[in-house]
């Protein structure tokens, strides 16, 4: 069955940076472009970034451009997202997801068929 694992969140100070991980088993992973979603405490899950099959094209949302990449090793079956200039308004639980083969939905949590249990990020000082 298909499992995401994320993992690397944590708490960091302000202006501090993370490495998360999302390791994907069950599943041909070079098939599917891969997802990074979060949720701020209280608020809806939101869209982070995004990378088709190949690592190739990504997306990203306007709050973390210029600070977070996504990317992705297909001979590890994983995805990363590294975040730089952490802020505060950046604390929630991230999640991985799986894309369900439209690339044009890939903003959207209905783009995605499989998700990761989140990992929790908290910057704060």
């Known amino acids: 069955q298909v499992q995401l694992v994320e993992s690397g969140g944590g708490l960091v100070q302000p202006g501090g940076s993370l490495r998360l991980s999302c390791a994907a088993s069950g599943f041909t992973f070079s098939k599917y472009f891969m997802g990074w979603f979060r949720q701020p405490p209280g608020k809806e899950r939101e869209f982070v970034a995004a990378?088709?099959?190949?690592?190739?094209?990504?997306y990203y949302a306007d709050s973390v451009k210029g600070r977070f990449t996504i990317s992705r090793d297909n001979a590890k079956n994983t995805t990363y997202l590294q975040m730089n200039n952490l802020k505060p308004e950046d604390t929630a639980v991230y999640y991985c997801a799986q894309g369900a083969g439209r690339w044009e939905l890939r903003l959207r949590v209905s783009g995605y068929d499989y998700w990761g249990q989140g990992t929790q990020v908290t910057v704060s000082s």
């Open positions: 990378m088709d099959r190949i690592g190739v094209s990504t």
